[in-house]
């Protein structure tokens, strides 16, 4: 381990051969191949979840600044149970449990199954960042979109969200970076994802390090990328006139 | 539908596959907690001390540990610490050792929170005094940045008490190991994930209502 | 036009408001003032709905607001607010603060909102303010807008709940200006305020309340001239010593 061999990566992962272009032909894939569809399974889980989390989360997070007792019940019971349960178990759950108990899913792909548990398990993070960010609104901005005659739906849609939105738009950033680093647990149900693929490119090769250290790196980019992405959203809602929004 | 049957949970499975399991990941949580919060309030000293080069290796550590998923960093602890010390080591030393590490950053992050939160006028009548650094942070910052931020480190706890279900990607044998042996050897998968799902709400839901209480308490107080 | 009968209202055990009765007429202007907690701000949000009440009712030209089968909303979309903290919205301009509930609501035509607002906003002395966010004006400018907004539904009445209380002193008198000439145009008024001049210079009767219940329900010459109860007395020595 003294030295590093990149050339690793150029290996071809049935016949162990060094493929000149570093992309496997006819049928087999270098490290290299397999490493980049890994890190394509990893941003589709990701992002797919993370829909998932915000339309549940943003849901569950309305819900529960209404004045309805029974929904604001709901809420926070779908956000404690998410939320005090490992995700890997929840995983565990999708994967094994789910199936058996409603037969309907059981054709449903692994995959599916792994977005939906990665996505109800941040719902009950975004869930609470919602309900922070409209109770940080106070009651006067409900009362004030009441008082000109909005219906509560239309309160929420014109006055509350879009300012609840803007001012949450930093934790829902951290919490999509989040969701990159916990796709990681997908390996434990066999999602071809970076982790997996970290752990078996280094039990073939055995070179651990530039193994982890190109998923390591991937991992970065990847929520480098969301940051960024993130920013320039919260550049362009910004309100004039507003420091980081919200309050008065 | 299936049938759910949970008769074969008899307390010779709970001691035989569970108990096991179960104080490991008590023991890892605990000693990840205690050493994660002593290194983890150094760090956040280093980051705090004006100084570069206790800065920036510290505020390095800490974006570091953070950037990366947590499996990651377990495998890549399983991968080098036998390198450094030049012999194997078991999963479930590697896991302590690892989450030490990996929750002293996340720590760090709440322990100099709660220190900025201390207004400096404390520590200018710490030095008025006469006292040194040392005892200005031991008696005065650090007890009222430790009191103020119990509530938040504690749920930073209940969090690594979740996440130590993760030494799965070592083989370590832990509470989540204990069951899912139990389900394979019982042929039972279905019931035991679900008994696990519950052990590990009831445990995490009753300690995140014990610090909601607790958050209450020193609401009054202050 | 509003009929206040018999309102009592609880948080819980602590009783806010207690048999409280008054009514205003069409076109009349009534200043209801007292000490901070008494009672003021809960009893003018009960008259759109925005506070329940558990006992008693208020009618509204006519409809009860109390009745559960009351379209609040609609209720709501004819009487006009203003609040002490302004309640602008944040997010969006001066423009589309004032034509937002007049298209969503009441189902006007974009343009039509458009000029509606436009209009009010050149009334209140804005309008070259038009196109900018509620944070890049003063407070003062914020609650003439704010005035202007309501003023854009066409309401049947105006209720003010404390309009000048979170201003600079300075930006006092333009917004009670505004009020004065609303006044004097003959707009059913409801106003909470500290502002004896407003109520001496306007105002038909002056509501007195203490501890959740109407103290005093007089005319402006009777209020200022004799007050009946004690606590009136001593709020009037209070709020007119300096």
Known sequence: MS???????????????????????????????????????????????????????????????????????????????????????????????????????????????????????????????????IQSLAGGQRMAGLAMGFSLPQTYRHVLLP??????????????????????????????????????????????IEVYLAVTGLYFISAFAINRAALFIENRVRVPGMIGGGGH | MLALDFAFFTPELISGYIVKGFIFSLQLTLVAMVGGIILGTLLALMRLSGRPWLVMPAAAYVNTMRSIPLVMVILWFFLLIPLVIGKPLGAETSAIITFTLFEAAYYSEIMRAGIQSISRGQVAAGYALGMSYRQTMGLIVLPQAFRNMLPVLLTQTIILFQDTSLVYAIGAYDLLKGFEIAGKNFNRPVETYLVAAVLYFIISFSLSMLVRKLQQRIAIVR | MIEIKNISKWYGAFRVLTDCTTQVEKGEVIVVCGPSGSGKSTLIKCVNGLEAFQQGDIFVNGTSVGDPKTNLPKLRSHVGMVFQHFELFPHMTITENLSIAQVKVLGRSRDEANERGMKLLDRVGLKPHAHKHPGQLSGGQQQRVAIARALSMDPICMLFDEPTSALDPEMVNEVLDVMVQLAHEGMTMMVVT??????????????????????????KEDFFGKPRSERAQQFLSKILSH
């Not at chain 1, 007792?69 to 178990?89: D, H, M, Q, S, Y």
Request: hydrophobic share 50%; glycine share 8%; with cysteine.
């Open chain 3, 194 to 219: 500290h502002e004896m001049g407003f109520a001496r210079k306007v105002s038909d009767r002056v509501i007195f309340m203490d501890q959740g219940s109407i103290v005093e329900d007089a005319t």
């Open chain 1, 163 to 208: 300012m609840a939105y803007r001012i949450i738009i930093p934790p829902l950033t951290s919490e999509s970076m989040n969701i990159i680093k916990n796709s990681s647990v997908a390996f434990a149900v066999s999602i071809s994802e970076l982790t997996l693929f970290a752990l078996q490119a280094q039990e073939e090769t055995s070179r651990g």
């Open chain 1, 3 to 133: 030295t590093w061999d990149w050339q690793v990566f150029c290996k071809e992962t049935t016949s162990g051969e060094v493929a000149s272009t570093c992309f496997g032909k006819g049928g087999d894939i270098t490290y290299l191949d397999w490493l980049l569809s890994a890190w394509g399974w990893t941003l589709s889980v990701s992002v797919l979840a993370l829909v998932v989390a915000l339309v549940f989360g943003s849901l569950m997070g309305i819900l529960r600044t209404t004045p309805h007792r029974g929904l604001v019940l709901l809420g926070n019971a779908w956000t404690e149970l998410f939320r005090n349960i490992p995700l890997l178990v929840q995983i565990f759950l999708w994967y094994h449990v789910v199936p058996a108990l409603f037969p309907i899913l059981r054709g449903v792909p692994s995959f599916i199954l792994v977005v939906m548990g990665l996505g109800l398990f941040t719902s009950a993070r975004i869930s609470e960042q919602v309900r922070a960010g």
